[in-house]
Nanobody, 126 residues
Framework: QLQLVESGGGLVQPGGSLRLSCAAS????????LAWFRQAPGKEREGVSC????????NYAYSVKGRFTISRDNAKKTVYLQMDSLKPEDTAIYYC???????????????????WGQGTQVTVSS
């Protein structure tokens, strides 16, 4: 059974950093493109970042470009999101997602994803 489990969320002050992890099980990670989404209270779920199945292509939402870095380790079956220079507007539940597709495909549309984790809360506040 395919499963995604996020970890690493928490409370951090503005300007601080967090590293989210998403551990996958039940499937061969190298065939899947992976993404992070987030949803703040009262807002739509938005795509944050995506990495292609071959790891060579990445995509970022404009709001996080230059501050967040996505990476993957297929051997550990894990995708990461390094978040630096955090802002209060980054506060949200962060979800990882996966789908099987072309090698360099990096969509940030939630409807392109078939599998989702349960989410981890990130709160940026002083």
């Amino acid at each position: 059974q395919l499963q995604l489990v996020e970890s690493g969320g928490g409370l951090v002050q503005p300007g601080g950093s967090l590293r989210l992890s998403c551990a996958a099980s039940g499937f061969t990670l190298k065939y899947y493109y992976l993404a992070w989404f987030r949803q703040a209270p009262g807002k739509e779920r938005e795509g944050v970042s995506c990495i292609s199945s071959n790891g060579r292509s990445v995509n970022y939402a404009y709001s996080v470009k230059g501050r967040f870095t996505i990476s993957r380790d297929n051997a550990k079956k894990t995708v990461y999101l390094q978040m630096d220079s955090l802002k209060p507007e980054d506060t949200a539940i962060y979800y990882c997602a996966a789908a099987r597709g072309p090698s360099d495909y990096v969509p940030l549309n939630q409807y392109e994803y078939d599998y989702w984790g349960q989410g981890t809360q990130v709160t940026v506040s002083s």
